[in-house]
């Protein structure tokens, strides 16, 4: 991205603030506000999608054909449920670092919006690891960790359910240090306006059908595997020939159960995007989403 890619969408973003052409803020309470909201959204969301098709490194790679109509009639017909987006995408893809960046807008604009994530829906398989000693060793017996066996996926689209119908949930937390703990009801999860799911299980079983916005991640297979093996070897402290031994493994469990979910998306964005364009297309979006006369 240059220089010019940015202050352009800087300067779009101080356009809309100062512009004396706003329109007045829709009831949304009335089918005929949400009529308007919708119909406006379709607009600004089309202006986003060609700002970034001209940039050196756009952030959407694709988007569904019917997608802005899809949403706009789920706007309209159903304005009281959360609106639920789930991201997926094959390890090291980047989902976790671009949820960290809608988390950081999140943050600056103090947007109702809720991150919600997986990992924590691995089954318990401390006692698996606890027969084989390690989980490498459970890896390597043939134990298929990432396979939509090895989820919570009926504890998941209960708590899915029950979030985007505006309630709060505990969802478990899997524990990061080896030991294949999984603590149920751990992690008080809000409903928030908007709920963003992400990881590999996100779509997964019968859960998919539950998102308003289907987004996969995608990144060059060698990015990918520079980014896993230094997360491997710097964070989680395996040595580099196990680190490799893993990738070969999650390098055919994403093939096999989450690139199949591509073809299901909405929205296919770029994972090694600029993070700070990103944030500015973010940031562009909650502009035009949020800049009315009263």
Same mark, same amino acid.
């Given at each position: 991205?240059?220089?010019?890619?940015?202050?352009?969408?800087?300067?779009?973003?101080?356009?809309?603030?100062?512009?004396?052409?706003?329109?007045?803020?829709?009831?949304?309470?009335?089918?005929?506000?949400?009529?308007?909201?919708?119909?406006?959204?379709?607009?600004?969301?089309?202006?986003?999608?060609? $700002? #970034?098709?001209?940039?050196?490194?756009?952030?959407?790679?694709? /988007?569904?054909? =019917?997608?802005?109509? +899809?949403? &706009?009639?789920?706007?309209?017909?159903?304005?009281?449920?959360?609106?639920?987006?789930?991201?997926?995408?094959?390890?090291?893809?980047?989902?976790?670092?671009?949820?960290?960046?809608?988390?950081?807008?999140?943050?600056?604009?103090?947007?109702?919006?809720?991150?919600?994530?997986?990992?924590?829906?691995?089954?318990?398989?401390?006692?698996?690891?606890?027969?084989?000693?390690?989980?490498?060793?459970?890896?390597?017996?043939? $134990? #298929?960790?990432?396979?939509?066996?090895?989820?919570?996926?009926? /504890?998941?689209? =209960?708590?899915?359910? +029950?979030? &985007?119908?505006?309630?709060?949930?505990?969802?478990?937390?899997?524990?990061?240090?080896?030991?294949?703990?999984?603590?149920?009801?751990?992690?008080?999860?809000?409903?928030?306006?908007?709920?963003?799911?992400?990881?590999?299980?996100?779509?997964?079983?019968?859960?998919?059908?539950?998102?308003?916005?289907?987004?996969?991640?995608?990144?060059?297979?060698?990015?990918?595997?520079?980014?896993?093996?230094?997360?491997?070897?710097?964070?989680?402290?395996?040595?580099?020939?196990?680190?490799?031994?893993?990738?070969?493994?999650?390098?055919?469990?994403?093939?096999?159960?989450?690139?199949?979910?591509?073809?299901?998306?909405?929205?296919?964005?770029?994972?090694?995007?600029?993070?700070?364009?990103?944030?500015?297309?973010?940031?562009?979006?909650?502009?035009?989403?949020?800049?009315?006369?009263?």
């Amino acid at each position: 991205m240059t220089e010019d890619d940015k202050t352009g969408l800087s300067h779009l973003i101080a356009k809309e603030l100062n512009s004396s052409d706003k329109i007045f803020k829709p009831d949304f309470n009335q089918k005929s506000g949400r009529e308007l909201l919708a119909f406006y959204l379709q607009s600004k969301f089309k202006q986003v999608l060609s $700002y #970034d098709n001209k940039a050196d490194e756009p952030i959407f790679i694709d /988007v569904r054909y =019917d997608f802005i109509q +899809k949403f &706009s009639r789920r706007l309209i017909q159903h304005p009281e449920k959360r609106i639920m987006i789930g991201i997926t995408g094959e390890s090291a893809s980047g989902k976790s670092t671009i949820c960290r960046e809608i988390q950081n807008v999140i943050n600056k604009f103090q947007m109702p919006v809720t991150i919600l994530t997986t990992d924590n829906y691995f089954n318990d398989i401390s006692e698996l690891i606890k027969k084989y000693g390690t989980f490498d060793n459970l890896r390597d017996s043939g $134990y #298929d960790v990432d396979s939509p066996n090895n989820f919570q996926l009926a /504890v998941l689209k =209960d708590d899915l359910e +029950k979030i &985007s119908h505006g309630e709060d949930i505990y969802s478990p937390e899997y524990l990061l240090n080896g030991t294949g703990v999984s603590v149920p009801k751990a992690k008080l999860i809000p409903s928030n306006k908007i709920v963003v799911v992400e990881g590999m299980a996100s779509m997964y079983g019968e859960n998919k059908e539950i998102y308003d916005i289907k987004v996969y991640i995608e990144t060059d297979l060698d990015i990918r595997r520079d980014r896993f093996l230094k997360r491997a070897y710097t964070e989680r402290n395996q040595d580099l020939e196990n680190a490799k031994k893993h990738w070969e493994y999650i390098l055919g469990a994403g093939e096999k159960y989450v690139k199949p979910y591509r073809a299901e998306a909405d929205i296919i964005l770029n994972g090694d995007s600029n993070l700070t364009y990103f944030s500015q297309i973010l940031e562009y979006i909650h502009t035009i989403t949020n800049n009315f006369n009263n």
